[in-house]
């Protein structure tokens, strides 16, 4: 394997562990500042994903449709908390699963819009051929010859950035304190006059459009979307990262995201006497142990705060 | 899906139908409350939303399946071997995670989130075991016998008559026993029934043993009636958690309740549209039932918080 070509594999990883990290930053104003436990998320990204890829395919410009991606996914968080966020937290876990699996099964059963199982190709539109305008510019222009993942690698972790920015900035904001209220005493910010409820499913929105950007910058790096792309496993990865990484914390989830993605894809170089498929299953194995002994002997995480978290 | 238009209209083929969705109704729902009563004591007993039975159950079939298949043996000898298999783990699960996450006061999520580790390196432990090749027990699906103006299959059979013992027996259990009015008095309060003089710490190796074989046995008739995977549990799961909301929390009857309407609905509505939708199907039950019914289809309703 020429080092171009390795070149090319760890971009790619790296641009999978950008759009893992936006996920998880979603997840994390989910289940780290309100306290609601989301195991549906990956419904969210599956959202901003095909509404993107249905409607560039459908002509509207990928500039027009990512904003849109994002306020559609933005308003499945709301269609979803609206019936269930009154729920208790383990009863809102299972009904979040049970939201994202029905609309996997939606979009696997609608095949004359979807593709089905086949795929909805060409989602990610007029992208491929900007792509190629970007290389062919620094290459006529300053002459370097950049390696055709780099554009979407640097933008997925710009976004990635600016998202973890502004969510700092949001923490410093009366808002994001009455989110952590809620996430500590429901009844308390409830007593002082705050509308849990609203809070709540503000936040539950605002996750969920964090999620649809990861859906958004997901089609851009597989051109091709298929349902299995977004099986319930995603969002327990996704858990996995906010776990290591520790709830509460963003920068934890950017360094949750690298370790776990490398773990998923990056061991692929190391040689193991043993067929691929086994591989794979041993990578799993790995991170379910990562999640038993990090829930076992270090519940916040590498970064979390002890205090912070509430696990009850 | 073409020839069921061409049936409308004939009253004898849609009775033919109904009774075909019941039948596989009953036997499906059947397996969803053998999972789901197991689930819903160890919830109950414990406060472990346990994540990782799904898994159980998937090595309950696989256990089966090295018996019957891999070694040739009757049907009888690895449904025991399932049942004993999977009842080992969850007991060996309580020794070495949850008794002393539970010392360490450990909190619901916590738990929870535990569990989901415990069933990835369970699952993956499956495949890289067995792989992820679909594998069929040794039971023939082909022998069929009529009754009335229907037929039901010798996989129909053997499921519901299975499921249905088993499920006698649990009841039973819990209610002429010693050991079974214990488990239900522990789940009604844990501290009570232990200043009332209960061994609890019997109870819960009871619940376990109950719990785990029970899952076993549900995986074991799961891969009869279906396709054995090593995904098989876990999809089964969100169907099982479906029940246990649907009869009521904690309420060993109420998930055998909830488990049978599950399956029936599901089934049933195979006669309305694409058989696909059935899945998705039995998950807008659950959300309808927590929205209009949050403390299930038997519960009463009580003071929360």
Same mark, same amino acid.
């Given at each position: 394997?020429?080092? @171009? ?24 104003? $989910?289940?780290?500042? /309100? ?5 549906? $998320? ?20 990928? @500039? ?31 009904? /979040? ?58 933008? /997925? ?144 995480? @590498? ?10 | 899906?073409? !020839? ?29 409350? #053998? ?21 159980? +159950? ?32 969850? #007991? ?5 995670? =949850?008794? !002393? ?81 214990? +488990? ?23 619940? =376990? ?24 549990? =876990? ?32 089934? =049933? ?37």
């Amino acid at each position: 394997m020429g080092p @171009l070509l390795a070149f090319g594999f760890w971009a790619y990883v790296l641009t999978v562990a950008g759009i893992y990290a936006i996920f998880v930053l979603g997840l994390q104003v $989910h289940v780290g500042d /309100t306290g609601l436990l989301n195991f549906g $998320h990956v419904a969210f990204m599956a959202a901003g994903a095909y509404s993107t890829g249905l409607m560039v395919t459908n002509g509207v410009p990928l @500039l027009a449709a990512i904003p849109l991606a994002m306020l559609v996914a933005a308003l499945l968080g709301v269609l979803v908390g609206l019936p269930t966020l009154r729920l208790r937290g383990d009863y809102f876990a299972i009904v /979040t699963i049970a939201a994202g699996e029905i609309l996997r099964i939606m979009i696997q059963n609608q095949q004359g819009a979807t593709g089905g199982t086949l795929g909805l190709r060409k989602a990610s539109g007029g992208w491929p051929s900007f792509n190629r305008d970007i290389l062919r510019w620094f290459e006529d222009t300053l002459g370097i010859e950049l390696e055709r993942r780099v554009p979407l690698l640097v933008i /997925t972790w710009l976004v990635a950035l600016v998202i973890a920015l502004l969510l700092v900035r949001i923490g410093r904001s009366p808002w994001r304190r009455a989110l952590r209220a809620v996430r500590e005493n429901e009844d308390a910010v409830a007593a002082a006059g705050k509308p849990v409820f609203q809070l709540k499913l503000q936040a539950l929105a605002l996750g969920a459009a964090i999620a649809g950007v990861s859906g958004v910058l997901f089609t851009l790096l597989q051109t091709s979307l298929y349902p299995e792309n977004f099986e319930p496993i995603v969002t327990f990865v996704g858990f996995a990262i906010l776990i290591l990484g520790g709830i509460g914390s963003y920068f934890g989830v950017v360094l949750g995201s690298i370790l776990i993605s490398f773990i998923i894809s990056g061991v692929r170089f190391l040689d193991f006497p043993l067929a691929a498929d086994k591989v794979a299953a041993l990578r799993f194995v790995v991170i379910g142990l990562i999640i038993m002994a990090v829930m076992a002997f270090r519940p916040q995480g @590498l970064f979390g705060k002890k205090e912070e978290l509430h696990l009850d | 899906m073409a !020839p069921r238009a061409v049936r409308v209209g004939s009253a004898r083929f849609r009775m033919d139908d109904l009774l075909q969705t019941t039948i596989n109704g009953i036997a499906s729902g059947s397996i969803y409350a #053998l999972g789901a009563i197991g689930l819903s004591l160890v919830y109950a007993i414990l406060k472990l939303v346990n994540f990782a039975h799904g898994d159980f +159950m998937t090595l309950g079939g696989y256990v089966a399946f090295a018996v019957n298949v891999s070694l040739g043996m009757p049907l009888v000898v690895a449904i025991a071997a399932a049942v004993v298999a999977v009842a080992v783990l969850g #007991l060996v699960t309580e020794e070495l995670i =949850w008794r !002393p996450m539970r010392k360490r006061g450990a909190g619901l999520m916590q738990m929870l989130l535990l569990s989901i580790g415990l069933a990835f390196v369970l699952r993956n432990l499956i495949l890289l075991t067995w792989t992820g090749e679909s594998r069929k027990l040794n039971v023939d699906d082909t022998a069929s016998y009529g009754i009335g103006i229907g037929r039901v299959s010798l996989l129909q059979i053997l499921v519901i008559g299975i499921a249905a013992a088993a499920l006698v027996g649990v009841g039973l259990l819990l209610t002429r026993t010693y050991v079974g009015k214990s +488990m239900r008095a522990l789940s009604d309060s844990f501290d009570l029934a232990e200043v009332s003089g209960i061994d609890t710490k019997r109870v819960v190796t009871y619940t =376990w043993i109950l719990g785990g074989g029970l899952a076993g046995l549900a995986g074991v008739l799961a891969a009869v009636f279906t396709t054995l995977t090593p995904n098989m549990g =876990w999809t089964l799961l969100l169907g099982i958690f479906a029940a246990i909301i649907l009869g009521g929390i904690g309420n060993p009857f109420g998930a055998l309740v909830g488990g049978l309407a599950l399956g029936l609905v599901q089934e =049933w509505s195979t006669n309305f549209v694409e058989p696909t939708y059935k899945e998705a199907i039995g998950f807008a039950v659950l959300i309808l039932a927590l929205l209009f019914r949050p403390n299930g289809l038997l519960g009463h309703a009580t003071r929360t918080g």
